[in-house]
């Protein structure tokens, strides 16, 4: 047996491991303690990572869908020729817009995948590129392109007075919303120790969740108002004075019209809504404008709901007039290392609006972030048109079970003239697929941190090696997209350079050239075998630039007015009325980790509050009917005391193509497009969903 050093790639947080190998196997997966980034913490998922690779569910060869509908096995480079003819004859009957590419959570933590495809992309030259950030936290994205951004940097969580919470839950994400490595490892004991120092926590969710145990306040809202709670908060701050007013002169625009926008949003009107009592809504919000220092961060609970733009939009206002950015004069956070960055200055990078300007789908979407959002795929695909999606390629993505509307999602993929999924497993996309390409895994490829840099709490880096061989019928997920820009005659440029089409670089060099231009050199990062920690980039945020020392903060656009009048007249719910929200379990990354059997129970149940399941006689383990008005399932009822009464938490992920045999339901049945679907990113509501609820047969 030897002892190999990596990181985990399941998700965000990049733990440090030590695995136990015999025979080129994975048997035990142990945090690494001298990590200096996540210092010996993994996850049960982590610590299972292993099994994820030998695994029955493991696909070693790519296969190919033959006209009985079975899959054959197909070498992957014949399948790639294959692919890439069968995407040029398309492409040349219907134009490159006929072609589609859908990207997913597990393409975002390999960083040569997404470099490659996007590159290949480039060259197909069509527009209709989707991710799964356009179904999960986008608001941030258009938050960014309607305000603008602070460029000295948020401030930081460990010299923080008070931290909001909102709609997420990072003791089991590992994720504390906003992006700023808040409580990404071992989250449970950070928390504490942050609060034996002195931090005040204030957490808003209808659950009262791992997180929220640990809290000073915790508000527990009906779900789907967040947008009224910020209006509330900001309310209370802004009318008691309680901003920060040299900050505002001199960064933001708008805030008397902000004042006047959230006037309505009293703390009674707030309680008669949400039933948060008006007093603590007051403590609340006079304990976060104290501060002195520390953030809102949200999640998925804000930005998932109804009104989640301007949900989302609020809270970063609260930040703003509270002025919880660091000024000129004050230490600066850069958290890259090998990616270049942008020096931290006291200005403000102006809005972009970027899906205002340039190219718009025929459903009236623009581009956010180079993308298109996915809730628009559906319609790209059905919706008859010059320029129908005929062909689309899925790349470290679930989207039968992570896209909203299940039902029209597999009828939509079920017309496609071509789709190829490129996953680890045959997952339900992959089932639906006419190729799969399986592709190497984590540990089984090189890799470094790049990537996920901007998500760190702290300027991190680390490279790894292989530490198994990949099973001998693998590809590297970038590999397939350079066979297949090949096959097309697309040319490939990545990090400043044109790519050898006859003979393709290692993935060695891709890596090295990819961090090229970061500030430590690659070489120094892979001879600290455990990772390491950069000395800061830069020890001061700098005074404004010349060119953007006059751009200011847009607190109010007219657009967000609007939006900010509409939610606020939201109603609540009705008497007895019951709303699903979104829920993780610490043991499934999304819709990877079901083969883990033994972690949770095996599938999803629908929670319960106690007195919700007497008031329905609705008994422990009892088959359940959820209704909602885009579909029905029928779910395993569970109590769970910890929800606010009213509230049903399911977790996404679950489910299958087939309910009969599928562990667990598909709760994107009971989600989809509808009046309250966002403006700009076209983001469904997957929280705060009303539901009927009936015992079933
Ligand atoms: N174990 C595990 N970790 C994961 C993942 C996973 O599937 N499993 N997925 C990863 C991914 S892709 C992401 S995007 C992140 C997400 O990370 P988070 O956003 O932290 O996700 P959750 O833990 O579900 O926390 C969302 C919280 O919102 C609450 N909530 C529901 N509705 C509302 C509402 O209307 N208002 C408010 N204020 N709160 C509400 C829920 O009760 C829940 O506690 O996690 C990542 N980490
Ligand atoms: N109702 C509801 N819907 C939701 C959510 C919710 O909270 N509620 N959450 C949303 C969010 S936040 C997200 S991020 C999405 C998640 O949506 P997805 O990202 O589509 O979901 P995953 O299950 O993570 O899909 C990743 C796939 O990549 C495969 N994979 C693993 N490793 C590799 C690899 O190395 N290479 C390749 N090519 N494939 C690999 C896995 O087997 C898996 O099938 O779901 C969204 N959908
Ligand atoms: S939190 Fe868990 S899944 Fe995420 S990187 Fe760490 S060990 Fe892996
Ligand atoms: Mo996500």
Redesign the pocket.
Known sequence: MVQKISYCRI??ASCGIIANVEDNRIVQIVGDADNPLSQGFT?P?GRRGGELLAGPSRLTQSLKKQPDGSFAPIDPLVAAAEIGARLTEIIGESGAESAGMFRG?QQAFNSLTRSIAAAWWKGVGSHKIFS?MTI??SAKWVVSGRMGDYMGGRQGFDDADVWML?????L??????TADGVLMHNPSASLRAARERGLKLIV????R?E?AYQADIHLM?V????AL?FAGILNIILSEGLHDREFCDRFADGVEALADAVASATPQRVEAVTGIPAGQLLEAARLFAKGPRGMVST???????PDSNVAEHLATCINVVCGRYRREGEPAFGPAVMMPDLPARAEVSPPARSWERGWRSRFGAGVLMGELPSCTLNDEILEPGEDRIRALIVSGANPLLAMPDADRTRRAFASLDLLVAIDTRLSETAQMADYVIAPTMFYERGDHTMTMEYVFPKPYAMATGPIVEPPPGTIDDWRFFFELARVMDIPIRVSGRDLDMDAPPSSETLLQWAAGRGRVPLAEIAAAPHGLLAAPRQAKVEPASDAMKDNRLQLIPEDVAQEIAAALARPGAGDGELRL??????????TLGREFRDIGDGFNPAHFHPGDMARLDIAEDSQVRLTSRHGSVTAVARADPTLRPGCV?L?H?WGGLDPASAQGVNVNVLTGHDALTQTVNHMPVL??VPLMVERAA
């Open positions: 998700c965000q996850c998922k959570t799964t999960d936290q909102a709609g997420t839950n990072p089991i994400s590992v994720n504390g919303g808003i969710d209808p659950r969740t997180t809202p779900p789907g108002h967040d709670i999640g998925t609970g804000v930005c998932m709901g929200i979104v829920r993780r379990m610490r043991g499934i990354m999304n938490s977790t992920g929280t705060g």
